[in-house]
């Protein structure tokens, strides 16, 4: 079979037709099954792919040739019309899928045998999660840290396009040329390179961007993709950050000001969503949006309360905090969505979670009270000053107004005298302004 059709690398897939697969292992329950399951049927249908059926496969282990039994593959090519189905009589065929898609990472030579097997194009849940990035990635530095993921995963997995001949020119031992296989594998070596040079250009502006942010309080939302963490990123900062139900409905890092604004400004940043199974490739290459939880002040944990799963996703994002150095970082649990749960869920909530924050994005009450608590953590760990600024220095008030919260000012023979409260760092800083004269 040649490369696999240009169609699946494009983020849009529609009109396609397919076939999820599960595959259970000894160690894996009914019910995480199930739900890593629905969550697929609903990345492959945010896609615009047409889900036909779902179907089981259990297995001992995850090492056989093509993953699947002899007798699922000949299940599957019945139903894709591949060379290794059992043949129908036309009255008794139903609609042909040509897209069969496997819950788990399938090795290179699995994703041959199974291709070569059904005669369709096959895709695992990493290809799935990659396709939907690039859908929705939308700032230039997303766009980029998507391409170079997908290239890195595809780079095992290219072959040879009997469409191109055999061998073409351009060097090799005896003037035989390079295989199709090998001049694809170092074009796709080149554009990762190519692209690795453009995205440290474009995190240098980011960092850039975040060094002039470094001495304000920060709190970052960070939890289960489809949480509702946009939702609260709205609703505290008034952003028009877009809400959708669906799965990475958002990409990148979106940072803005907590709103009434605070002295010194509250800024809040919304973080790219975790699931199930994340490639660690995105994990990497996703550092940017990462990196705002890793400098963040105080992590919010965003949690939807109304999700049977909501305990291994918060048990995932937690790990996943770990992995980045993080988790040292003080943090609080908001479980959202608290609304759609029970009076009787909410008090097994409570006993199981006594610090967590019960609210709804969508509660007006909810979000003031969360906004109080967050300014309330901060100023705990503010510390109090005074400053003498001379008239001739008066030209520091603007900064000084908008760098630390004025509890008192008095007017003396020289100057003013500032009865100021704001992070140590910054009052450090200006104290040095002060004194440089």
């Given at each position: 079979?040649?490369q696999?059709?240009?169609?699946?690398?494009?983020?849009?897939?529609?009109g396609?037709?397919?076939?999820?697969?599960?595959?259970?292992?000894p160690?894996?329950?009914?019910?995480?099954?199930?739900?890593?399951?629905?969550?697929l049927?609903?990345?492959?249908?945010?896609?615009g792919?047409?889900?036909?059926?779902?179907?089981?496969?259990?297995?001992?282990?995850?090492?056989?040739?093509?993953?699947?039994?002899?007798?699922?593959?000949?299940?599957?090519?019945?139903?894709?019309?591949?060379?290794?189905?059992?043949?129908?009589?036309?009255?008794?065929?139903?609609?042909?899928?040509n897209?069969?898609?496997?819950?788990?990472?399938?090795?290179?030579?699995?994703l041959?045998?199974?291709?070569?097997?059904?005669?369709?194009?096959?895709?695992?849940?990493?290809?799935?999660?990659?396709?939907?990035?690039e859908?929705?990635?939308?700032?230039?530095?997303?766009?980029?840290?998507?391409?170079?993921?997908?290239?890195?995963?595809?780079a095992?997995?290219?072959?040879?396009?009997?469409?191109l001949?055999?061998?073409?020119?351009?060097?090799?031992?005896?003037?035989r040329?390079?295989?199709?296989?090998?001049?694809?594998?170092?074009?796709?070596?080149?554009?990762?390179?190519?692209?690795?040079?453009?995205l440290?250009?474009?995190?240098?502006?980011?960092?850039?961007?975040?060094?002039?942010?470094?001495?304000?309080?920060?709190?970052a939302?960070?939890?289960?993709?489809?949480?509702?963490?946009?939702s609260?990123?709205?609703?505290?900062?008034?952003?028009?950050?877009?809400?959708?139900?669906?799965?990475?409905?958002t990409?990148?890092?979106?940072?803005?000001?907590?709103?009434?604004?605070?002295?010194?400004?509250?800024?809040?940043?919304?973080?790219?969503?975790?699931?199930?199974?994340?490639p660690?490739?995105?994990?990497?290459?996703?550092?940017?949006?990462?990196?705002?939880?890793?400098?963040?002040?105080?992590?919010?944990?965003?949690?939807?309360?109304?999700?049977?799963?909501?305990?291994?996703?918060?048990?995932?994002?937690r790990?996943?905090?770990?992995?980045?150095?993080?988790?040292?970082?003080?943090?609080?649990?908001?479980l959202n969505?608290?609304?759609r749960v029970?009076?009787?869920?909410?008090?097994?909530?409570?006993?199981?979670?006594?610090?967590?924050l019960?609210?709804?994005a969508?509660?007006?009450?909810?979000?003031?009270?969360?906004?109080?608590?967050?300014?309330?953590?901060?100023?705990?760990?503010?510390?109090s000053?005074?400053?003498?600024?001379?008239y001739?220095?008066?030209?520091?008030?603007?900064?000084?107004?908008?760098?630390?919260?004025?509890?008192?000012?008095?007017?003396?023979?020289?100057?003013?005298?500032?009865g100021?409260?704001?992070?140590p760092?910054v009052?450090?800083?200006?104290?040095?302004?002060?004194?440089?004269?």
């Amino acid at each position: 079979m040649s490369q696999r059709s240009d169609r699946f690398r494009s983020p849009d897939s529609r009109g396609s037709t397919a076939i999820l697969v599960a595959i259970q292992l000894p160690h894996v329950t009914d019910s995480e099954v199930t739900t890593s399951l629905s969550e697929l049927e609903r990345l492959v249908s945010s896609l615009g792919i047409r889900v036909l059926g779902t179907t089981l496969q259990k297995r001992a282990n995850a090492t056989s040739l093509s993953l699947l039994g002899e007798g699922k593959v000949r299940e599957l090519a019945t139903l894709t019309g591949g060379p290794g189905g059992d043949p129908q009589p036309p009255s008794a065929r139903s609609e042909i899928a040509n897209l069969v898609v496997i819950d788990t990472e399938l090795t290179p030579g699995q994703l041959r045998n199974l291709e070569l097997a059904l005669g369709v194009d096959v895709l695992d849940r990493t290809a799935i999660i990659l396709r939907v990035f690039e859908q929705r990635a939308q700032t230039r530095e997303a766009r980029l840290e998507v391409e170079i993921a997908r290239l890195l995963h595809e780079a095992p997995r290219i072959r040879d396009d009997a469409s191109l001949g055999d061998r073409e020119g351009g060097g090799g031992r005896g003037g035989r040329g390079h295989s199709n296989v090998e001049l694809a594998k170092q074009r796709n070596r080149e554009r990762v390179a190519a692209l690795r040079r453009e995205l440290e250009g474009a995190r240098a502006a980011q960092e850039a961007r975040r060094a002039r942010r470094k001495d304000t309080p920060r709190v970052a939302l960070v939890g289960y993709t489809n949480a509702g963490k946009s939702s609260l990123m709205r609703a505290l900062t008034g952003s028009d950050v877009l809400v959708e139900d669906k799965l990475f409905a958002t990409l990148g890092t979106t940072v803005r000001a907590l709103q009434p604004e605070t002295t010194p400004r509250i800024l809040v940043s919304d973080t790219v969503g975790f699931i199930k199974n994340l490639p660690h490739g995105l994990i990497a290459s996703f550092r940017s949006t990462l990196d705002e939880a890793h400098d963040a002040g105080l992590l919010l944990y965003v949690v939807d309360a109304a999700d049977p799963e909501l305990r291994n996703q918060l048990e995932l994002t937690r790990h996943v905090i770990e992995e980045i150095g993080a988790s040292e970082i003080p943090s609080r649990v908001l479980l959202n969505k608290i609304d759609r749960v029970s009076p009787e869920e909410r008090h097994r909530l409570a006993a199981e979670l006594p610090e967590a924050l019960h609210l709804s994005a969508h509660d007006a009450g909810d979000m003031q009270r969360l906004r109080e608590t967050l300014i309330a953590f901060f100023d705990e760990a503010w510390a109090s000053e005074h400053f003498d600024v001379p008239y001739a220095r008066s030209g520091l008030l603007g900064e000084l107004r908008t760098s630390v919260r004025i509890m008192s000012e008095e007017y003396t023979e020289r100057g003013m005298r500032l009865g100021v409260r704001g992070p140590p760092a910054v009052l450090a800083r200006l104290r040095q302004l002060l004194e440089r004269g």
